[in-house]
């Protein structure tokens, strides 16, 4: 079934969803872990550096001068959402030895919840203990239509409510792209669906780009590295980064992030092919 694009966009036009992270122990335990550590982001633009202080998130410049404060809320256990200046959102996805976080920059966010009644089940293995789980999205103060969300084992379906009361389904065939992500990338549109720990909680979120991290400093064996030609400063950056991942076992992050870059270098076949040869053993 071709992807219904036209639900995701009714739900973005309307502006972003506000973050609403509850404080759950679960999450206070990994804002204490997070404390005092300072992230180099990798393959990113302006904001090369964060560091959590135990009260606030703030830029982190180079040569570790510190910068502004973010708006800042812990949605979940290893996920930290900032509000930027403008209309995009920054996710944040810490791998749970904190060797590592995928930082995303969001345009859209649809917050999915389970209804009154059902008992939520903590996500330990990601996707057997969602299966067939509805979640339903919350209304707020956009008044867009309601949409359910499911994962039936084979698909994730995504439904929206019509005017007269009709749902339209799609059903969409997901990769996985965190410990608790799906990643869908149809008719132009890249969207992660990620699951709260505790199983309650669900949200959609419309990427613009997807970037890589590692603590500032972090002593790792040394990667043999070679450049691209035409790449840029950070694509480069990025693909050097990728290597580290799969160098050190974490398959899933570094084969989201390849993914990710091929789609950044797809206009340039040449270039494709080049960087396609060189991420061969991550498929």
């Not at 122990?25 to 997070?34: C, G, R």
């Not at 809320?73 to 590592?100: E, H, I, K």
Request: some cysteine; hydrophobic content about 40%; glycine content about 10%.
């Amino acid at each position: 079934m071709q992807f219904g694009a036209s639900l995701l966009i009714l739900a973005f036009s309307c502006g972003l969803a506000s973050a609403a992270g509850e404080a759950y122990p679960e999450i206070t335990a990994f804002a204490a872990k997070l404390k005092g550590i300072s992230w180099s982001l990798k393959g990113t633009f302006g904001l090369k550096g964060l560091e959590f202080d135990g009260k606030d998130v703030r830029e982190i410049k180079n040569g570790g001068a510190k910068g502004g404060v973010f708006e800042s809320a812990f949605v979940d256990a290893g996920v930290l959402r900032l509000n930027f200046q403008g209309a995009n959102t920054g996710w944040y996805f810490f791998s749970d030895d904190l060797r590592f976080v995928t930082p995303l920059t969001v345009s859209g966010e649809v917050a999915f919840k389970l209804p009154i009644g059902p008992q939520a089940k903590a996500v330990r293995e990601f996707p057997k203990d969602i299966t067939n789980v509805v979640f339903e999205s919350e209304p707020d103060e956009r008044q867009i239509q309601p949409a359910k969300l499911r994962w039936t084992g084979t698909h994730l379906e995504l439904a929206k409510q019509n005017k007269d009361k009709t749902w339209l389904v799609d059903k969409l065939t997901p990769v996985t792209a965190d410990r608790r992500a799906f990643e869908v990338e149809q008719s132009g549109l890249l969207i992660w669906f990620t699951f709260s720990q505790d199983g309650k909680e669900a949200w959609l979120l419309q990427l613009e780009n997807i970037f890589g991290g590692e603590p500032a400093g972090a002593l790792r064996p040394a990667v043999g590295f070679s450049g691209i030609a035409g790449l840029t400063p950070q694509q480069s950056e990025l693909l050097r980064h990728i290597e580290r991942l799969h160098a050190e076992g974490d398959r899933p992050r570094a084969q989201t992030l390849a993914r990710h870059l091929k789609r950044l270098v797809a206009k340039n076949a040449e270039l494709l092919q080049q960087v396609e040869q060189r991420l061969v053993s991550l498929k």
